[in-house]
Structures are given as structure tokens and as C-alpha cells.
């Protein structure tokens, strides 16, 4: 069983990021099969590269990339970072376009918390559209990481117009294989990529059970507009009809929780 050390953890914590380079290499092949033919099934054929194509859920929809969720690796870092009950939440997949400018993926500040794992299938570098991170961003509430949201959202300067590839950041950059996970919090973007840069993420939470966590959750869902159609498919949709039982324990919150399809 894979498991992360506590300097992995306090990494993440003071962070908000973490880089496995090399942790896939021997899935690497399939996953790429996979994505590709899961695009080329969503339009990937027909993409011209003047803006993103994004197909979300996406893993849920093949039976080889559902089982990310059964690999170790991504069991044990879900579950170091989150805790034995997380919970799948959902997944995209991309061909990027260009520039991707400064964001979180959640709410500010963050009403429950997400861990986002993005495997690139190209080589990616500083300047041609590798992850950067501001470390220490995901911190709402502290002085710093509240400086740095009203900075890249607008309500201060922006650093006298300073243009978002000169940020101070870390660039996270990426060999295919190599796993790179984020606190959605975390303050990301891309700079100088092409025009078709696979891409595809997986995001956990927690086990929401009762209570404001739950209730947020909910309220994603709402927010999203998912039904049991989008999520799961069919009826036989491998997501739930390959799962297995421990697979299943990790969908609980999707289960109970995404309406049904009309």
C-alpha cells in the first residue's frame, strides 16, 4: 500500500501542492490510449485549437480510466491527505489552449476541501504551459494568501499591471507519468502553452455526512447541475458497474447525493 510520509503532508499543508514525478510511468500508455479515444469520442477530432475542450466527468466514462480509482497510489494519497472515508468527487479532461491565467477552483475561502490530481500526457515545461503554483496561496484567512486573492482577483492592483506569466511561482513542470496534486485553493495557471495540451484531473473530498459540509456539498452539486446521467452514465456505466467494494465506499457522497436523471 502506498502511503504518504509526514513531510508530504506538512508539504501540503504549508503549500498547497505536491509533485510524484514518475509515480505512473507503468500506466502511462493505457492512460494516453484511453484519454485519447474518450476525447475523440467528445469532439477531441474536430478540436481546431483556438479554444479549451473540456469533457466533465470524464473518467467515469471508461472502464481502464475508472480504474485510477482503484490504483494504490491514488487510494493512499487521497486517503493521506483527506483521511480512509474520502470521497471521488469528479474529473475533467482537457486539450488546453494557450494561457491560463491566475485562479482557485473553489469558492474564497474554501467551504469544504478539494484535492485536485492533474496527469499531463505531454511533456510539459515553464514555457510551454507547465502548472505553476504560488505556494502558500491555498492559506485563506492569513495575511499573505488573502494579499495575493485581492491581488489576482482584482479588488487591488495586480502588482502595478504586472503581467501573470512574471509572477513569482513555482512552475511544476512534468514528464508523462508524473502525478501533480493541488489544494484547490492553491493559486494555478499556465503560460505559453500550445494549442492541444492533454490534460486530465481527478478531484476527492472529504466524507460529508451531516452538518455545513454536507450542505456545501449539495450546494456543488446544485451548482454544477449534475444527474445520475452526467456522473454515472448508463446504467451500466463502468464507474458503478466495474466498481469494486472498496471503489464503492469512495462514492458514497455521489451516490446519496447527485439527483436522478429525468
Known amino acids: 500500500m502506498f502511503q504518504l510520509e509526514s513531510h508530504h503532508k506538512d508539504f501540503m499543508d504549508t503549500f498547497g501542492f505536491l509533485h510524484f514525478p514518475g509515480l505512473l510511468d507503468d500506466r502511462i500508455g493505457e492512460i494516453a490510449e ?11 477530432d474536430d478540436h481546431e485549437g483556438v479554444e479549451r475542450l473540456a469533457v466533465v ?18 487510494h493512499g494519497i487521497a486517503a493521506g491527505l483527506l483521511g480512509e472515508q474520502y470521497q471521488y468527487w469528479n474529473s475533467d479532461g482537457n486539450l488546453y489552449v494557450g494561457d491560463t491565467r491566475w485562479h482557485s477552483d473553489t469558492q474564497w475561502p474554501e467551504p469544504i476541501r478539494f484535492f ?4 499531463y500526457l505531454d511533456p510539459m515545461t515553464k514555457e510551454t504551459g507547465a502548472l505553476r503554483v504560488i505556494p ?15 491581488h489576482l482577483s482584482g479588488k487591488k492592483g495586480g502588482w502595478g499591471g504586472l503581467h501573470g506569466s512574471e509572477v513569482p511561482a513555482v512552475a511544476v513542470e512534468t514528464s508523462p507519468g508524473d502525478l501533480a496534486v493541488f489544494n484547490h485553493s492553491t493559486k494555478h495557471s499556465a503560460w505559453g502553452g500550445g494549442k492541444r495540451r492533454r490534460m486530465f484531473t481527478m478531484v476527492f473530498t472529504g466524507h460529508h455526512t451531516e452538518g455545513p ?14 444527474t445520475t446521467r ?9 464507474l458503478l458497474s466495474t466498481a469494486t ?5 469512495h462514492l458514497q457522497n455521489l451516490i446519496a447525493h447527485i439527483p436522478k436523471a429525468a
Open 136 to 150: 502558500g496561496s491555498h492559506r485563506f484567512g492569513e495575511g499573505y494568501a488573502e494579499t495575493v486573492h485581492e
Open 116 to 119: 485536485k490530481m492533474a496527469i
Open 57 to 74: 466527468p470524464f473518467i467515469n466514462h471508461d472502464p481502464y480510466l475508472c480504474t485510477l480509482l482503484d490504483d494504490p497510489r491514488i
Open 230 to 238: 452526467e456522473v454515472f452514465g448508463r446504467e451500466d456505466g463502468p
Open 34 to 44: 484511453a484519454f485519447d479515444e474518450l476525447l475523440k469520442k467528445n469532439g477531441g
Open 245 to 249: 467494494p472498496e471503489r464503492l465506499r
Open 213 to 226: 459540509a454536507l450542505e456545501s456539498f449539495k450546494t456543488i452539486i446544485r451548482q454544477h447541475g449534475y
